[in-house]
C-alpha cells in the first residue's frame, strides 16, 4: 500500500505551510481541499466528499461552476480592473440585472457581506439623518466595526468594544419587542430573512411583514441581509420574495458571483440620492467580478436553482424529520438552508459525518448542524447525506469510542 504514507505527507506539507503563517483566527479541520466539481469537493490525499458547507454560502451554483469558469477567463483576458472613476461595460449590466431581478433601482458594488452591511448603515444614516439602529438576537451580520456592531454574538463583540454606538438588540422573530424598541431616532432595522450562523432560524412571515409595517410608521428604513440566504438557497432568488416584503435597502454577497468575492447594497430610488464621494472602494464594481456575476446568475435563472433548492430541500428536510433519534430537538431550514439543531454539541457528529461519511457540513452556533450544499447537488447525494445523518445521530458519539 505504498500510496497511503506518500497521500498524508500532501495534507500534512500543506497544513504546516499555513499554520506557520496563517493569523490563527479560524478553526480548521485537519482537511485540505484542492479541487471541487458541483456539489463534490476533494482534498490533497485524492478523498471524494459530498459537500454541504457550500463555501459557507459562497458555493451556490456548485464549485468550478463551467459557466462562471469561463466568464471569468474571458473577462480575464479583457479587464480585470477598472475603478469607478471610469464606466464599463460588464458593471453597468451587472448593475441592471441586479436591480432587475431584486426590483430596487439603486446598487453600490462592493466586495464582501461585512462591507455590505457597513455601506447599508452609512447610507441609513445618511438616508434618514438618524444614528439609531435595530438589530435582533442571534442576528450576525459579519466582523468590521459597523457590521459587528449589529452582530449579536459577544463572543466576536466584547474583544473589539467600543463598537459603534446606537445599536439595540431584540429577540428574533418577536414583534412587541421589536415594537417597543423602535423610536423616532431609529436609523434603521437590520433583520436576516432566515438566521443563519444564529442557529438556521427561519423569520415568521407575520414577524418580517409586522417588521416592515413598524418601520413604515415611524420612519426606519427596513435593512435586509441576504448575504447567506440570497442568490437561490431558500427556494427564490431572494428570500425575502417569499413575503410581502419591499425593503429600503437589500445586503447581498456570498454566492453573488459564483464563487468571487463580491458584496452589493441594493436600496430603493425613493430613499434620495447618495451625495458624490461619501463612500467607495478600491476593488468595488470591477469587471472579473462583475462578469463572474452576470454569469452566476444567468446560470441560476437557465438552470431554474431556486425551484431546485425549494423542490430538494422540501424533501432533504422532511427525510431528515424522520429519523427518530433522541439527539435531535428540532429540523428547520427554509430551501436548501437546513439545519438540525441537537440536545448536544453539534461538532463531534459533524466530525463523524466527515470522517465516516465523507460529508462536509457545517456548525450554525454550538447546537447546530447546518446544511448549505450547492444547489446543483443531485438529489442521490442528498439522500447519501440522509442516511449518514441517520447513522451519525442514532449512534450516541459517547457509545462509538
Ligand atoms: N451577513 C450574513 C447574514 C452572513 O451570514 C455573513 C457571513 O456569514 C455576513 C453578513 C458576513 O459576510 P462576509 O463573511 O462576506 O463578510
Known sequence: MPSQPVLST?????????????????TKRPLAIVRGEGAHLWDADGREYIDCVGGQGAANLGHANPAVAEAIAAQARTLISCPEMFYNDRRAEVEQKLCQISGLERVFLCNSGAEANEGAI??????????EFVATMRGFHGRTMGALSATWEKKYREPFEPLVPGFKHVPYNDLEALDAAVTDQTAGVILEVVQGEGGVRPGSAAYLEGAQAICRKRGALLIIDEVQTGFGRTGRM???????????????AKSIAGGL?????????????????????TFGGNPLA?????????????????????????????????????????????????????KQKATPYLMALMAQHAILALPAGLTVMRFLPPLVIASQDLDQVVLAVRDVLTHPIAERE
Open 290 to 342: 462583475a462578469a463572474a456575476s452576470l454569469a452566476a446568475i444567468q446560470y441560476l435563472e437557465d438552470h431554474h436553482l431556486p425551484e431546485r433548492a425549494e423542490t430538494l430541500g422540501t424533501r432533504f428536510m422532511e427525510q431528515l424529520q424522520e429519523i427518530n433519534s433522541p439527539l435531535i430537538r428540532e429540523v428547520r431550514g427554509l430551501g436548501l438552508m437546513v439545519g438540525i439543531e441537537l
Open 238 to 252: 431572494f428570500a425575502h420574495q417569499r413575503y410581502n416584503l419591499q425593503p429600503d435597502i437589500l445586503c447581498v
Open 261 to 281: 468575492p463580491m458584496g452589493a447594497v441594493l436600496y430603493s430610488s425613493r430613499l434620495g440620492e447618495l451625495p458624490p464621494q461619501v463612500h467607495g472602494t
Open 122 to 131: 452609512k447610507f441609513a444614516r445618511l438616508f434618514t439623518g438618524r444614528k
Open 10 to 26: 500532501k495534507t500534512t506539507a500543506i497544513q504546516e505551510m499555513e499554520n506557520a503563517h496563517t493569523s490563527g483566527v479560524y
